[in-house]
């Protein structure tokens, strides 16, 4: 029953959304409040219920009830507890409910902290956050029932795709999709904004706390499905430019330029077409990435789905969705006026330059993402647009926003001084320099671009720490004054150094695999290889028995010039339930740096496929990433991206400190 009352709660969130896409937006145009009220109500009533029906779905997959079609494809009942929980959204059924349920959390949440929005745009937006939820509920109901029964049931289940068991699981796919359909809500504001034509730095007031918090989850979101590929496929890759990996990534650069051109908005009520423009955009290559994951048009380990139909049904929903906001949008933006006015070297110029690099680099992802499947479905012609094509385009361009970010946070708004600013920056610029030279004359081995993608890392960060000095010092103050006026900078500065400086460890971290090393050997009992400045020594190779799977790992030894330093167990799982084998590599942290080891089957004779790698930084890219989430954080706590929410009254030290950036 409990099943069965999972899918009538669909069923019936289904319905409220209907109500939701319709009755506050009729109550908007013709000013009745109670009308507009009841999308409020239809939104926390479509979350409950939607969080109901994923409350059953878990609790069959808990208790591994085979009788449901998902549970008994996609679970089996020796699984771990934590897998047969991820496993929920581990399936394409499931993964659409849990898209369905965080798409009503942020329906829900403008509900909730959204009442002193104004009441027509408010409506507006849930209005459009129904018509979203409307039709990827009803491509629930009607193409991917999770609820499904068997009849017999079997006595168990097919077990989950072994490579989807790891934590990475319960981890990567809720903070994907809290980026992904985060942008909902944003795109939901520019169509209600387009809808009642009155687009203002209060909008983007409004919209720009949900961008922070879809953008700061879908960065996350992002670097933890990398960190899983890296070390789960048993390869030593991060990154590798596929299809849906660059379906996650243009959304987040898209993102990222809304979220720098909303302050702009705000701050000086200008770029309004062109912020429209990027919310529009951030979603709908969310869309884009939703049709490319099931719709079957690509062969991917992220694919969760191969019908066809569901395709064609996707690709409706894509339709609809970016063709009539912008339609909409191209109505509207000849109405819309002209904001405020700033010099070409200001920091909103800086903005717009950053702006167009960001989306010239999200076209290059596009076009090389989408021309082989396009070419491949009109002519039957496959070709493959790999790393060389992707590392030469986007990669300069993205090198290209990194040395322009110092500037443009540097710049004051309205006219900056270009001259001054440079100035302030000779302490950054001559330490980018110091790492280029070192790297060339000293570093003989890795990529081209590596050692100007480091200067470039290192200028980012300098640059951004010289801008937080300057905002403090001055000639002659006491540490106590300085420390008061760092104290007194607003949260969404700190917020924004702190996600510059994590975009530049990032950086740093990706430059610096290039000078990695990497050794591949068939190694006995006793064999030693050397791999970078280390010495790795096989020491026995063994079996033993995991809850649904057997293991043969090997242990080894890592010394550097003769003394120990750690021991690593890289490992094969063979599942006998979905009769599939995977690679649980051997890691070990040493010096913001990893060693990195897989193996292969062993052979008769006791000896065993090896690829050993030494990664120097290689955990900046991470621990970048984390610190540009936790930047975007900061700024959403600022009280001046709050709703309505006055900024307090500030001490001297802070306005001035303020008046002085």
Known sequence: ???????????????????????????????????????????????????????????????????????????????????????????????????????????????????????????????????????????????????????????????????????GLAIHPPLLYLGYVGFSIVFSFAAAALIEGRIDAAWARYVRPFALIAWSFLTLGIAVGSYWAYYTLGWGGFWFWDPVENASLMPWLAGTAFVHSAAVMEKRDALKVWTIFLAILAFSFSLLGTFLVRSGVLTSVHAFASDPRRGVFILLILGVFIAGPLALFAWRAPMLKQGGLFAPISREGALVLNNLLLTTVCAIVFFGTLYPLALEQLTGEKITVGAPFFNLTAGALLMAIAFVTPFGFSLAWKRGDLLGVAQRLTVAFAGGIVVLVALVAFAHRGPTLAPIAAALAVFLMLGTLSEVVSRAWRRGASIGVMLSRLAGLPLSF????????????????????????????????????????????????????????????????????????????????????????????????????????????????????????????????????????????????????????????????????????
């Open 494 to 661: 700190w917020g924004g150094a702190l996600a510059h400086f994590g975009a530049g460890l990032a950086l740093l971290g990706l430059a610096s695999v290039g000078f990695g090393a990497e050794t591949i050997a068939m190694m006995k009992a006793g064999a030693t290889q050397s791999v970078g400045p280390y010495q790795i020594t096989l020491d026995a190779i063994s079996n033993r028995a995991g809850p649904n799977y057997r293991e043969t790992f090997a242990t080894m030894t890592i010394r550097k010039d003769g003394a120990f330093v750690a021991t690593v167990e890289p490992a094969r799982r063979a599942f006998a339930a979905r009769e599939m084998s995977t690679t649980q590599a051997g890691i070990v942290t040493l010096d913001l740096g990893q060693v990195y080891v897989a193996i292969g089957d062993p052979n008769d004779d006791g000896a065993v496929a090896a690829r050993l790698y030494w990664k120097p930084l290689v955990t900046l890219i991470w621990l970048g990433a984390m610190a540009m989430a936790l930047g975007g954080a900061l700024s959403l706590a600022d009280r001046r991206l709050r709703f309505g929410a006055p900024a307090p009254a500030r001490s001297s030290a802070a306005a001035a400190a303020r008046g002085a950036g």
């Open 1 to 167: 029953m409990i099943v069965e009352a999972g899918h009538f709660a669909l069923i019936l969130a289904f319905a409220l959304s209907l109500v939701q896409a319709s009755a506050p937006l009729y109550g908007a145009r013709r000013g009745d409040a109670a009308l507009m009220g009841v999308g409020a109500s239809a939104a926390l009533g479509q979350f409950v219920l939607v969080a109901l029906a994923f409350a059953a779905l878990a609790w069959a997959h808990l208790a591994s009830d085979f009788s449901v079609l998902n549970v008994a494809e996609n679970s089996h009942s020796a699984a771990p507890a934590i897998y047969k929980f991820s496993g929920v959204w581990g399936n394409h059924e499931g993964s659409m409910l849990l898209w369905s349920l965080i798409l009503s959390v942020f329906g829900a949440g403008v509900a909730v902290f959204g009442r002193s929005l104004p009441q027509k745009l408010r409506a507006d937006a849930l209005a459009v956050q129904g018509m979203i939820g409307a039709a990827f509920l009803a491509f629930i109901l009607l193409t991917s029932n999770p609820f499904e029964r068997l009849s017999p049931a079997p006595f168990e289940g097919q077990d989950l795709n072994p490579i989807l068991q790891d934590p």
